[in-house]
T-cell receptor, first 115, second 113 residues
Framework: AQKITQTQPGMFVQEKEAVTLDCTYDTSDPSYGLFWYKQPSSGEMIFLIYQGSYDQQNATEGRYSLNFQKARKSANLVISASQLGDSAMYFCAMSRSSGYSTLTFGKGTMLLVSP | SAVISQKPSRDICQRGTSLTIQCQVDSQVTMMFWYRQQPGQSLTLIATANQGSEATYESGFVIDKFPISRPNLTFSTLTVSNMSPEDSSIYLC??????????FGPGTRLTVL
């Protein structure tokens, strides 16, 4: 069974600073995918970034980067130059290796960006 | 990416009634999924909606309570049957367009009184 752990219920950061949101995972599958989603108060789930278990380089998408440490089974999200609009709930998720794209989610981290 | 719409966006229902949620995608996709997000909680997969066959349900979810239809590659419905206040949640459909892509619809906020 797959498991995602997000140990930070809430994080605070000042505008323009960088912040790291932690995510650790557990799986016995050799092949898997790791995702980060942003959920603002409106409730929509916004896809941010993806990392495959066999990808050699850490994924980056604009201000988002994924610090993938396979041996430690961690996939932390780094947001650079935080903006007020980054305030939201952030979920880490893992896909199964069966060929389906079903996701197992962590409990989420609420990020608040202050001016 | 895929553009996904859901109807209704929100609803308030009486206990014992049923609500059908629609999910429409702007392109043909093989995999469609339904998730539930209870208040203050994370997302939990309800089922995988398979085109041309019955949905595949996760442990704890049954077809009688959450019947799903998938008549074609762009559309699916989820019905929440015989509702109780515990069914108050956000229901989200998502589509898998490939190994590293899964996009979500805007969600349906359901309140059961």
């Amino acid at each position: 069974a797959q498991k995602i752990t997000q140990t930070q219920p809430g994080m605070f950061v000042q505008e323009k600073e960088a912040v790291t949101l932690d995510c650790t995972y557990d799986t016995s599958d050799p092949s898997y995918g790791l995702f980060w989603y942003k959920q603002p108060s409106s409730g929509e789930m916004i896809f941010l970034i993806y990392q495959g278990s066999y990808d050699q380089q850490n994924a980056t998408e604009g201000r988002y980067s994924l610090n993938f440490q396979k041996a430690r089974k961690s996939a932390n999200l780094v947001i650079s130059a935080s903006q007020l609009g980054d305030s939201a709930m952030y979920f880490c998720a893992m896909s199964r290796s069966s060929g389906y794209s079903t996701l197992t989610f962590g409990k989420g981290t609420m990020l608040l960006v202050s001016p | 990416s895929a553009v996904i719409s859901q109807k209704p966006s929100r609803d308030i229902c009486q206990r014992g009634t049923s609500l059908t949620i629609q999910c429409q995608v702007d392109s043909q996709v093989t995999m469609m999924f339904w998730y539930r997000q209870q208040p203050g909680q994370s997302l939990t997969l309800i089922a995988t909606a398979n085109q041309g066959s019955e949905a595949t349900y996760e442990s704890g979810f049954v077809i009688d309570k959450f019947p799903i239809s998938r008549p074609n590659l762009t559309f699916s419905t989820l019905t929440v049957s015989n509702m109780s206040p515990e069914d108050s949640s956000i229901y989200l459909c998502s589509v898998g367009t490939g190994r590293n892509e899964q996009f979500f619809g805007p969600g349906t906020r359901l309140t059961v009184l």
